[in-house]
T-cell receptor
Framework: AQSVAQPEDQVNVAEGNPLTVKCTYS??????LFWYVQYPNRGLQFLLK??????LVKGSYGFEAEFNKSQTSFHLKKPSALVSDSALYFCAVRDTGSARQLTFGSGTQLTVLP | GAGVSQTPSNKVTEKGKYVELRCDPI?????LYWYRQSLGQGPEFLIYFQGTGAADDSGLPNDRFFAVRPEGSVSTLKIQRTERGDSAVYLC???????????FGPGTRLTVL
């Protein structure tokens, strides 16, 4: 079985400061890892993914994430937060086996304060 | 280009009624997924189609839930004898052939009174 943990329900950061949203995962094989963002009353928007290769993945809107196999983590980061980054962020995982569905974390509400 | 579309955006029904939720994937996407998102939670997998066939329906909670994709494009999620616990946002996603990224629609908010 695969699972994802997002240990923080809420993250607050000042505009211009770096931000980190944490994610740890559990899969039986090698993971495919994803970050999605959800704005109010809208669907999930894809930000970035890790499949293989470089552990540092760069995605949309200046976000990046670092895959750490030994810590089974895939934390989302951005060097300088914007007020417009305020949204609900979801980490998701799938196994590289035959199952194609994503397993999502419970989400982290990011608030960037002006 | 056009993204994944879902209709209706909102559906209010009474307990015991039958509902259909529609998903129109991105053109050319062969894989289609249904998820359910309850308030304050992440999406939970329901069913996955590859072409016309359901490749994995292990997430359907019970036999009141059923989904079809007869021509390999549009999909309909069908819920019989709705219960108040079925109230949630139902999300649809699609992927192009050979790709891993799933692209989500805006969802249908189902409210069962």
């Amino acid at each position: 079985a695969q699972s994802v943990a997002q240990p923080e329900d809420q993250v607050n950061v000042a505009e211009g400061n770096p931000l980190t949203v944490k994610c740890t995962y559990s899969v039986s094989g090698n993971p495919y890892l994803f970050w999605y963002v959800q704005y109010p009353n809208r669907g999930l928007q894809f930000l970035l993914k890790y499949i293989t290769g470089d552990n540092l993945v760069k995605g949309s809107y200046g976000f990046e994430a670092e895959f750490n196999k030994s810590q089974t983590s895939f934390h989302l980061k951005k060097p300088s937060a914007l007020v417009s980054d305020s949204a609900l962020y979801f980490c998701a995982v799938r196994d590289t086996g035959s199952a194609r569905q994503l397993t999502f974390g419970s989400g982290t509400q990011l608030t960037v304060l002006p | 280009g056009a993204g994944v579309s879902q209709t209706p955006s909102n559906k209010v029904t009474e307990k015991g009624k039958y509902v259909e939720l529609r998903c129109d994937p991105i053109s050319g996407h062969t894989a289609l997924y249904w998820y359910r998102q309850s308030l304050g939670q992440g999406p939970e997998f329901l069913i996955y189609f590859q072409g016309t066939g359901a490749a994995d329906d292990s997430g359907l909670p019970n036999d009141r839930f059923f989904a079809v994709r007869p021509e390999g494009s549009v999909s309909t999620l069908k819920i019989q004898r709705t219960e108040r616990g079925d109230s949630a946002v139902y999300l649809c996603a699609s992927s192009p052939p050979g790709a891993d990224t799933q692209y989500f629609g805006p969802g249908t908010r189902l409210t069962v009174l």
